[in-house]
């Protein structure tokens, strides 16, 4: 069963911090992984995917690596700003049999917190 | 604009009855999905959907039930069988193995 851990479960960093949220899978047979944001009530909105050819993608001040023989992947959020506070949550696209049913495994997410 | 609808945003029922919840999107995405979100345990898949006409069970699928009778739309109905319906609850469209998009959600309360 595919397994996808974050750590830590909350974060507090002072405005203007270089930060980093990690999220590991247990399953190597890893297709994409997904990093999203979710405000307090709110749907999820999308930040980067990153296919299983892929080590990295870059949005702004945001970097997501991949690492599939090590089961981890990696957000830098560079410069943070109070309205980066929300929650991140990352999920992994399995394989099955070399095929992708499309099907995410969230992690519990980590709670953000950017205090001016 | 190209998106995905949930509606309503807030649903409250009395125990025993059946809701249904829509989901449509206008991204022209094959596959659909709809997963569960109570506080501290994250996003748990419901059902999901590859193609019209098609879908499967995710890991969550006991007292719910689905039909993709069209492309751009997916609805759940939670059925009475649900031992615990009230949570947050989120559609999410795809092209099959690239980016999901979410929809608002809507939050379920049965008393």
């Known amino acids: 069963k595919q397994e996808v851990t974050q750590i830590p479960a909350a974060l507090s960093v002072p405005e203007g911090e270089n930060l980093v949220l990690n999220c590991s899978f247990t399953?190597?047979?890893?297709?994409?992984l997904q990093w999203f944001r979710q405000d307090p009530g709110k749907g999820l909105t999308s930040l980067l995917l990153?296919?299983?050819?892929?080590r990295e993608q870059t949005s702004g001040r945001l970097n997501a690596s991949l690492d599939k023989s090590s089961g981890r992947s990696t957000l830098y959020i560079a410069a943070s700003q109070p309205g980066d506070s929300a929650t991140y949550l990352c999920?992994?696209?399995?394989?099955?049999?070399?095929?992708?049913?499309?099907?995410?495994?969230f992690g519990q997410g980590t709670i953000l917190t950017v205090h001016p | 604009d190209g998106g995905i609808t949930q509606s309503p945003k807030y649903l409250f029922r009395k125990e025993g009855q059946n809701v249904t919840l829509s989901c449509e999107q206008n991204?022209?995405?094959?596959?659909m999905y709809w997963y569960r979100q109570d506080p501290g345990q994250g996003l748990r898949l419901i059902y999901y959907?590859?193609?019209?006409?098609?879908?499967q069970k995710g890991d969550i699928a006991e007292g719910y039930s689905v039909s993709r009778e069209k492309k751009e739309s997916f609805p759940l109905t939670v059925t009475s069988a649900q031992k615990n319906p009230t949570a947050f609850y989120l559609c999410?469209?795809?092209?099959?193995?690239?980016?999901?998009?979410f929809g608002p959600g809507t939050r379920l309360t049965v008393t």
């Open positions: 999410a469209s795809s092209i099959l193995g690239y980016e999901q998009y």
């Open positions: 399953d190597s047979a890893i297709y994409n």
């Open positions: 990153i296919q299983s050819s892929q």
């Open positions: 999920a992994g696209g399995f394989n099955a049999g070399g095929t992708s049913y499309g099907k995410l495994t």
């Open positions: 991204l022209n995405h094959d596959a």
């Open positions: 959907s590859q193609i019209v006409n098609d879908f």
